[in-house]
Structures are given as structure tokens and as C-alpha cells.
């Protein structure tokens, strides 16, 4: 199992307000899966994403990736884990406003010892024709795919993903989910994706519900529909 996940725990707060928002999650995802965690607000499932990007830490439990413990990794060795592991894709944009496209996305090449070809990926993304412009240029779905990009160039290993369609209209998140399981067939990352939308389980080849800070159901999905065809 290339990413294995063991009785992670994780609570926010002190005292009276403490709040247990994972209460033992153990889980693994395959290399070059798409996995997607489902369930509510507040079931767990971006703190999950976090913990295994190494943004938080669990107050217990273990993640594995390819045989490496990240909880026993100091501050520069989970810096380098991030930069060579970890791409991650949020809801907000988080763009730089007065860099072109193709610059944003060259920002990520920085981050990596062996980068994706720059204008190859410009090009996979559909983004060719508005390298040059900034983000206030661009339509939410454009700025969206440049985000990817950003997180992809890096080649990482593993691409996560916060809800990556849900500033977006219908027919734009489509065409955002078409493209990551595109990037999945062509360069082979295992990607997780946290959402609340129900239809984008169908996608993936694995399935992780969510409720109240536990796992109620982790299947793999043996009919996996195209994502050109998800419909909600």
C-alpha cells in the first residue's frame, strides 16, 4: 500500500470546548488511485487531507507514504516531504495576482528536482492561449486549472485535492474533474479528493465515507464512470 494511514487522531480545542474531529482513522490508498473522501461538513475529511499533506500534525496515529513515517520527520524533513510528495489544490485559487499564467505555474517548477515540462503541461491543461495573462484575466475555471498546474509541474506524487470544484459552476467543475482524470492517466499521481458532492465518488477508484470523525465505509468503485458522464 502506497499511502497507509494508522488510528490517526486529531482534536481542536481545550477542556469543555475540546472537539474530537478524528477518532482513529486507518485507511490506505494504491499508488496511482484516484480516492475520493466523502461526507458531511465538519465529518473530518479536510483535516484528514491536511494531516497527510503535513500542513497539521495528528495528536497520534501514523501516515505512510512508500515506507516513510511522516510523524518522525523534523521541520526541514517535512518541508522537503512536501515539496517532494505533495501537491495540493485548494478551493480558493491562491494565485499570485501579478503573475501570468505560465508564471504561476513556473512558481511550483521551483519547489521540485525533476519538474514537469513547462509548456507541455501549459498545453494539457488547456491553458496555451492564456499564458500571458493574469488572473484577474482569467474565468474561475481558468484560474482553477492554473492552480493545478502550479500544484502538478512539481510532479508529486501524491495530488490532493480541498474541494477543488466547489467555487465553480456545473459545467466548469466538469471540466475540472475531466482534466484531473486526465492528469491521473497521463502522469500516474494518486490523487485524493475531498468533496461533499455525492456524483464525483463515481470517478474514483476508491470510495472513503466519512461521519463524525470515523470511517463508515472504504470501497473500491469496480465501475468507475468516466467523469465526462457524472452527472448531479
Not at 494565485?95 to 521540485?112: D, F, H, Q, R
Not at 513547462?118 to 491553458?127: N, P
Amino acid at each position: 500500500m502506497y499511502l497507509q494511514l494508522e488510528d490517526i487522531k486529531k482534536s481542536f480545542g481545550e477542556g469543555e470546548n475540546k472537539n474530537q474531529v478524528l477518532k482513529g482513522v486507518s485507511c490506505g490508498v494504491e499508488k496511482g488511485n484516484i480516492c475520493v473522501l466523502l461526507g458531511p461538513s465538519g465529518s473530518g475529511k479536510s483535516t484528514l487531507l491536511n494531516i497527510i499533506g503535513g500542513i497539521e500534525t495528528a495528536d497520534s496515529g501514523s501516515v505512510i507514504i512508500n515506507g516513510e513515517r511522516v510523524e518522525s520527520m523534523n521541520e526541514k524533513q517535512l518541508s522537503l516531504y512536501r515539496r517532494r510528495h505533495i501537491g495540493y489544490v485548494f478551493q480558493s485559487y491562491n494565485l499570485i495576482p501579478n503573475l501570468t499564467v505560465k508564471e504561476n505555474i513556473e512558481v511550483g517548477a521551483y519547489l521540485s528536482d525533476s519538474p514537469l515540462e513547462l509548456d507541455e503541461l501549459i498545453k494539457t491543461l488547456g491553458l496555451w492561449e492564456h499564458r500571458d495573462k493574469i488572473p484577474s484575466q482569467l474565468s474561475g475555471g481558468q484560474q482553477q486549472r492554473t492552480a493545478i498546474g502550479r500544484a502538478l509541474i512539481k510532479n508529486p506524487d501524491i495530488l490532493l485535492c480541498d474541494e477543488p470544484t466547489g467555487a465553480l459552476d456545473y459545467t466548469t467543475s466538469k471540466e475540472i474533474l475531466k482534466l484531473i482524470e486526465e492528469v491521473n492517466q497521463k502522469f500516474g499521481n494518486t490523487i485524493i479528493i475531498v468533496t461533499h458532492n455525492d456524483a464525483i465518488k463515481l470517478m474514483a477508484d476508491q470510495i472513503i465515507k466519512f461521519r463524525d470523525g470515523n470511517i463508515r465505509h472504504n470501497d473500491m468503485n469496480t465501475n468507475k464512470v468516466p467523469a465526462a458522464e457524472l452527472d448531479w
